[in-house]
């Protein structure tokens, strides 16, 4: 099966195909510009996202935002995340941000595949902390400050084999995947 996935990103490109490959899905990377609604509700940016993507490419496709949602700000940045670090860098996020007490961070993968009749929605959550300093490669926004709980290594630190065993993405994508399974026969077709 193919699936279009619209993103800029290679690293989140990479990481689906990855993780969906084994499962027989090629993803199909659509590197589109797609202006993101901003807003803190992550689940409406994805539909928008998504819709838009749609009327740009008339073909079943999925899209996703990841984002962070500091319990210091009550759930802040959220769906703004991108527009958060782009201003702050890791240094600042560290600085401001930091902690060796688990649990203060959540990331969140939010996931929206639309078949051109209705929205289908899957999110992945996995808990962390932000680190006292950014630690790793810095290529992949956030990866070289977030430290997932029970863990001692940053995203960036752990490499992408590592990272995409635990990851945020790999939970939503997981349940895209199953969803796939389950509709259909088990196949959407060649999307």
């Not at 099966?1 to 490959?21: C, D, Q, W, Y």
């Not at 993507?53 to 899209?63: E, N, S």
């Not at 999110?123 to 400050?145: A, E, L, T, Y």
Request: glycine share 8%; net charge positive.
């Amino acid at each position: 099966m193919k699936l279009r996935f619209v993103s800029r990103n290679p690293h989140k490109l990479a990481e689906a195909a990855t993780i969906l490959g084994p499962l027989g899905i090629e993803v199909v990377p659509l590197k589109e510009t797609i202006e993101e609604l901003q807003t803190i509700d992550a689940s409406r940016l994805v539909r928008d996202k998504a819709l838009r993507a749609f009327t740009k490419i008339g073909r079943k496709l999925f899209v996703e935002h990841t984002g962070l949602r500091l319990k210091t700000l009550n759930g802040l940045p959220g769906g703004l995340t991108q527009v958060f670090w782009d201003a702050l860098k890791a240094e600042r996020m560290s600085e401001l941000f930091g902690s060796d007490e688990e649990g203060t961070v959540e990331a969140v993968t939010d996931l929206c595949y639309i078949d051109g009749r209705q929205f289908y929605e899957f999110r992945g959550v996995i808990s962390g902390r932000i680190s006292k300093q950014p630690r790793g490669p810095q290529d992949f926004q956030w990866d070289c400050v977030f430290i997932p709980d029970k863990r001692t290594q940053t995203f960036a630190e752990m490499g992408p084999d590592e990272k995409n065993k635990i990851s945020m993405r790999r939970k939503a994508l997981d349940a895209f995947a199953e969803f796939l399974r389950q509709t259909e026969g088990g196949t959407h077709g060649n999307a």
